[in-house]
């Protein structure tokens, strides 16, 4: 088993294209960190994995038969190099030059940080609000109640999607986006890798809840910025994505909050959760056959 400084996880299905371009600007921009990419090829039909073979040969290509899921991808990958840091990394991504070298400066200067993120943007240019607070029951409420839609500036009722926050300033979060995190080993061994119960979504909510509850730090950077298309994979499979947004969320309430919440509340919960997820299905038939931008609880 090979060691290195930092190494890029990569789980990749069916997105050939931005897999290219992704591994492309990390030749570009990362180089110097010499870094060991490894892409985790979950069964891809569109010659994805031959790609990395002919045009990426220093890349390691774990290929799997089969869709194995983001999270038990991402643990195969970890399972296979060993590295003071893993970078996180979706194949939409692309790297800015110094992104890559400040996300490792900052955890190498930040003993107590076990994660930090980026800030991403649309190929547009406009910024991506991708950090988030964790899932509670207040936050589920204001979102079954659209007040989290109705005043996205308010810090009550915009507080799971942080929507009055601008992505502007360096400082602690609860839960940034997967899309991009650079994690710290260390912190990895302490509480394990992604919880494979979490197959796609939530794997990450749930990977930074025992971040934190661990003592460890998460951070959010705009001085480290990527390129994010978002949703190569999960758009191709739209309505699987909503059910399985859906399963992830109910399944990160049952096991962080079932416990410490009175009966009355959890099943209050898990009823405005059934009634969103309802919802949202109705509105997005009712409009048509195309497929949410975002998962439900994206």
């Excluded at 991708?130 to 979102?143: A, E, G, N, V």
């Excluded at 502007?168 to 919880?195: C, H, K, N, Y």
């Excluded at 003592?215 to 309505?239: C, K, L, N």
């Amino acid at each position: 088993m090979s060691h290195s400084v930092l190494a890029v996880c990569i789980v990749n299905w069916n997105t050939r294209e931005h897999l290219a371009r992704c591994l492309e600007s990390l030749r570009a921009h990362a180089a110097d960190l010499a870094p060991t990419v490894v892409v985790v090829d979950n069964g891809s039909r569109d010659g994805s994995a031959d790609l990395v073979r002919q045009r990426f040969p220093e890349v390691h290509l774990l290929a799997n038969s089969e869709n194995r899921g983001y999270a038990a991808a991402t643990n195969q990958a970890l399972a296979a190099v060993q590295a003071d840091y893993w970078l996180l990394l979706n194949p939409d991504v692309v790297v800015q030059p110094g992104s890559v070298q400040y996300l490792v400066e900052f955890l190498r200067t930040h003993p107590r940080a076990g994660a930090v993120a980026p800030r991403l943007r649309y190929p547009d240019g406009r910024v991506q609000l991708t950090c988030r607070s964790f899932p509670s029951p207040d936050t589920i409420l204001y979102d079954a109640l659209l007040l989290s839609r109705l005043f996205p500036r308010s810090r009550i009722f915009g507080k799971y999607r942080m929507s009055w926050w601008a992505h502007d300033d360096e400082r602690q979060v609860e839960q940034p986006m997967a899309s991009a995190l650079l994690l710290r080993q260390a912190a990895l061994s302490e509480i394990g890798g992604l919880d494979e119960g979490f197959p796609i979504f939530f794997n990450d909510v749930d990977l930074c809840y025992r971040l934190r509850q661990a003592g460890w730090e998460i951070w959010f950077t705009p001085r480290a910025e990527m390129t994010h298309y978002h949703g190569a994979s999960t758009s191709q499979v739209w309505r699987q994505a909503l059910n399985e947004s859906h399963a992830g969320f109910v399944r990160f309430y049952e096991k962080h909050y079932r416990g410490r919440t009175s009966a009355l509340t959890y099943w209050a919960v898990r009823g405005l959760l059934a009634g969103g997820f309802f919802l949202r299905r109705l509105i997005w038939w009712l409009g048509g056959t195309r497929g949410p931008r975002r998962a439900a609880w994206e």
